[in-house]
Antibody
Framework: EVQLVESGGGLVQPGKSLRLSCAGS????????MHWVRQAPGKGLEWVSG????????GYADSVKGRFTISRDNARNSLYLQMNSLRAEDMAFYYCAKDAGGEPTSPDYWGQGTLVTVSS | QVVVTQEPSLTVSPGGTVTLTCGSSTGAVTRGHYPYWFQQRPGQAPRTLIY???NRHSWTPARFSGSLLGGKAALTLSGAQPEDEADYYCLLSYSGARPVFGGGTKLIVL
């Protein structure tokens, strides 16, 4: 069974940094692209970032480009999102999702999410 | 900036049929956009219902079907059940590894 477990969310002040992690199991992690998707309270889904199986292809939404960095460690079956210079509008549930293929096309299986609150 | 459009809200009667659509500001939606459909019930994470236009996951009830219709991706629900009341999101893939979600459709079963 595919399992994706996010961690690292919490309360952070504007301008500060936070690192999210996602542990994958039940599938061959190093064959799958991975994504981060977020959802602000009461709002819709927003694709944040995606990374190919070998980290060779990476993409970001314009809203986070230059501030967020996606990475993965295939040896640890883990995905990360380093979030710097956080803003109030970054407050959201952040979901980790695996792609069906090796290139970041579409999130397919989803984790339960971790909440990031940005407030002073 | 690409915009993916969905109906904000739709209502269907129990047992009835409804079609949700997903359009692209760049033109007609094709299989090359690999349309996905997700269901999100209140307080829950999204789950994938349809992938690559018309393929169901093992957990997707057969009453849900995906297609291309009039230049848009479409999700048809035939025989609506109370548990189908949820938010539905489509996702389209574009070149450059940057998929885009639609704004979501709130489906009411009433």
């Amino acid at each position: 069974e595919v399992q994706l477990v996010e961690s690292g969310g919490g309360l952070v002040q504007p301008g500060k940094s936070l690192r999210l992690s996602c542990a994958g199991s039940g599938f061959t992690f190093d064959e799958c692209a991975m994504h981060w998707v977020r959802q602000a309270p009461g709002k819709g889904l927003e694709w944040v970032s995606g990374i190919s199986w070998n980290s060779g292809s990476i993409g970001y939404a314009d809203s986070v480009k230059g501030r967020f960095t996606i990475s993965r460690d295939n040896a640890r079956n883990s995905l990360y999102l380093q979030m710097n210079s956080l803003r109030a509008e970054d407050m959201a549930f952040y979901y980790c999702a695996k792609d069906a293929g090796g290139e970041p096309t579409s999130p397919d299986y989803w984790g339960q999410g971790t909440l990031v609150t940005v407030s002073s | 900036q690409v915009v993916v459009t969905q109906e904000p809200s739709l209502t269907v009667s129990p047992g009835g049929t409804v079609t949700l659509t997903c359009g692209s500001s760049t033109g007609a939606v094709t299989r090359g956009h690999y349309p996905y459909w997700f269901q999100q019930r209140p307080g829950q994470a999204p789950r994938t219902l349809i992938y690559d236009t018309r393929n169901r996951h093992s957990w997707t009830p057969a009453r849900f079907s995906g297609s291309l219709l009039g230049g848009k991706a479409a999700l048809t629900l035939s025989g609506a059940q109370p548990e189908d009341e949820a938010d539905y999101y489509c996702l389209l893939s574009y070149s450059g590894a940057r998929p885009v979600f639609g704004g979501g459709t709130k489906l009411i079963v009433l």
